[in-house]
């Protein structure tokens, strides 16, 4: 059990995730049977090929010739590597088994173009909140440039799984990405047991997606259409969210582990003295009488100045006995609250008590605090 986990999105709250997904939030890259499982959250991009304005050749060639001695096998298809976006990308990649006398690993290179120059939009450590043994670091680099580095694994929520690392350049002018991952394996051609340890260092990791030429290739790549208007948009920083939480625990409960995107959405863990669970709260601003917000509230009954509460107990989809408490709050104008409870350390992660530690009415208070709605 980690000190600090995390969590995965609460059922029936998909299009607050969504919105989320829309902040272009960075998550594991897709490379290897062990993290397939999270394919489904990513659009598909463009695939590798001379018609992307880059050659494979090219990108293969860039690549052995930055990495350290090893055997090196190129996969043929790599149309199922993805960019770490959710957004309208263009993007071309080359993947590869890597071999060296201290680790075998998948190594992927995925060369981005991004849609528009709005730089902070496209960098973010992984939720801590979603994948609680992940080590995260984002530096600006002295030419203006962003780079974020990750240690994290093929299963987020087991640390005993192979490790995935990844690093993640964006560009001062916010315009293209170079990632670079790599997840620990066996290799194909040897009838060998999975060996853990990577072959490449964080250094090592750091040089690949720093080295002069990528930035220039994902120039090369077709310009993507600016993405469509979100029907959502997050509301209110991470601190002030965090601030109404604090405001709003009972005596004996305190938040620790606090984290959360720039606008929009905080987590924390609530430690009563004996065992910590995860509270998240999403605070957003929906374009009011959106068909999916009136889907979602058809059942809730409307308080004189039309606002909507639904509250939901439910099991937590990854099980484990860990159940999720809801409060979600629709006001008219189209600012939405949700609050989510955990009787477990993250999404993903078994129960650690038998019920969540605040029941719902103080869930609910929080979720209508006047902090919440400026």
């Not at 959360?260 to 009488?289: C, E, F, H, N």
């Amino acid at each position: 059990m980690p000190d600090e986990p995390t969590s995965r999105h609460p059922k029936g709250l998909r299009s607050a995730w969504n919105s989320r997904k829309r902040r272009l939030r960075i998550l594991v890259l897709l490379i290897g049977v062990g993290i397939a499982a999270l394919a489904c959250l990513f659009p598909r991009q463009s695939s590798p090929g001379t018609s992307t304005g880059v050659s494979v050749a090219q990108m293969q060639q860039t690549v052995a010739s930055l990495l350290p001695s090893g055997r090196i096998s190129w996969e043929s298809d790599a149309s199922e590597t993805k960019s770490r976006t959710s957004a309208p990308t263009s993007s071309t990649a080359v993947r590869l088994q890597f071999d060296t006398k201290t680790g075998a690993a998948q190594v992927a290179v995925v060369l981005v173009r991004l849609p528009r120059t709005n730089l902070t939009d496209f960098f973010d450590c992984p939720d801590r909140a979603h994948q609680p043994y992940d080590h995260c670091t984002v530096t600006e680099l002295d030419d203006g440039s962003n780079l974020l580095v990750n240690k994290g694994y093929a299963n987020p929520v087991d640390s005993g799984s192979p490790q995935v690392w990844f690093a993640v350049l964006t560009t001062s002018d916010g315009t293209a990405q170079i990632q670079v991952s790599e997840q620990a394996s066996g290799t194909a051609h040897i009838q060998a047991p999975a060996r853990l340890d990577l072959p490449l260092s964080e250094e090592r990791l750091v040089a690949l997606v720093r080295a002069k030429g990528w930035t220039a290739l994902a120039s090369r790549l077709p310009r993507p259409a600016a993405p469509p208007e979100p029907l959502s948009r997050g509301a209110l920083e991470a601190r002030s969210i965090l601030a109404a939480v604090d405001d709003g625990l009972p005596t004996g409960i305190k938040a620790v582990r606090r984290d959360g995107a720039r606008t929009g959405y905080a987590d924390a863990l609530l430690d009563d003295g004996s065992t910590k669970t995860l509270i998240t709260v999403t605070v957003q601003d929906w374009q009011p009488r959106t068909q999916e917000m009136e889907e979602l509230f058809k059942n809730a009954r409307s308080d004189a100045a039309g606002t909507r509460v639904v509250m939901r107990k439910h099991p937590a989809p990854s099980g484990g006995g860990a159940v999720q408490w809801d409060v979600d709050v629709l006001y008219s104008d189209g600012r939405r609250v949700v609050v989510t409870e955990l009787n477990a350390m993250a999404f993903g992660l078994p129960a650690n008590r038998s019920e969540p530690p605040l029941p719902m009415e103080t869930l609910r208070s929080l979720a209508e605090d006047a902090q919440l709605r400026s």
